[in-house]
């Protein structure tokens, strides 16, 4: 398979671009489902577990595997269910820069996922991750498709005009992902960040985004996602998706209001929208048991 081969990286990454497997793996999420695997020009860092149809597990910006900690091995009743790193988040190691945008990650993960004989039925999308998802049915995957709080909706205004520009600046800067790191990386600012999003999390869960937000690759490498995204070319391209599509938008989420799934189920063919009470941007790890029914139910494959 392709994904044998060795890695050729280019000379400008200078050091591992991921976090330290063997320092968080004895006490990461499943550990001992993980493995590694190689596939130009990212080595991933991937899940897997359970037998059946593939559930292609994709998290959003800033996240990891853990992020589907719960839900994993409940839809491994009845699936294969694969999880991944992004490149350069969480263990995943990026093979080059010039490659976060979400075009190129959709097609890394595509040529992934050939390499490696994965046949998806479901692609299942956390925020940015749902726009992922959405790119992959573009380039030609044939799965239906179900989105956490999807992120699907540009900056409106001003917003829309600086934001894109404080990050290009932000990921420019070699010191930028340290200052965070070091910055936010405590107990309570971490906790801070989360209940912004309208998502409240066990100290364990807590405890998880800690280790993501005080590592500086994994948060380099989220900056220079946010710097390179862009959601121009997939919106343009909605009305071609006609795959199967389930939104679903919690009511609390601060991060991504749900009314962008609303806004983006109006110009997608065959796409519906669930709204779920009570819950916030991080809504499948607030309650993974609601979350994976509704996915099992979406699949027909609840029981």
Request: proline residues 5%; negative net charge.
């Amino acid at each position: 398979m392709r994904g044998d081969c060795l890695l050729q990286f280019p000379a400008r990454l200078t050091r591992n671009q991921h976090m330290q497997w063997d320092k968080h793996k004895h006490d990461w999420p499943h550990a001992d489902h993980s493995h590694f695997v190689d596939s130009r020009p990212h080595r991933w860092h991937i899940q897997q577990m359970g037998q059946g149809p593939t559930l292609l597990l994709i998290h959003g910006a800033g996240g990891a595997t853990h992020s589907w900690r719960d839900m994993m091995p409940i839809l491994a009743k009845t699936h294969h269910v694969v999880a991944i790193d992004l490149p350069g988040q969480g263990f995943s190691q990026l093979g080059t820069r010039q490659r976060c945008s979400l075009t190129p990650m959709a097609e890394d993960i595509q040529a992934l996922c050939s390499d490696q004989g994965w046949q998806p039925a479901a692609i299942i999308g956390h925020s940015a991750g749902g726009a992922i998802a959405l790119q992959m049915c573009l380039l030609g995957v044939d799965a239906k498709v179900i989105c956490f709080n999807a992120a699907l909706g540009n900056f409106k205004g001003l917003a829309g005009f600086l934001f894109p520009m404080i990050a290009k600046m932000l990921a420019l800067n070699p010191f930028t992902a340290s200052m965070f790191s070091l910055g936010a990386s405590n107990a309570s600012s971490v906790k801070r960040l989360i209940e912004g999003t309208g998502s409240y999390l066990t100290d364990e869960g807590l405890g998880y985004y800690q280790n993501l937000i005080g590592d500086r690759d994994h948060v380099d490498a989220t900056l220079l996602m946010m710097a390179q995204w862009s959601l121009d070319g997939l919106r343009n391209r909605f009305g071609e998706i006609d795959s199967d599509v389930l939104l679903i938008a919690a009511d609390n989420d601060r991060a991504v209001p749900p009314e962008t799934s609303d806004d983006a189920a109006r110009l997608l063919p065959n796409a519906k929208v669930t709204r779920v009470p009570n819950l916030g941007h991080l809504a499948h790890e607030e309650d993974p048991d609601a979350m994976t029914a509704l996915v099992l139910d979406h699949i027909g494959a609840h029981k």
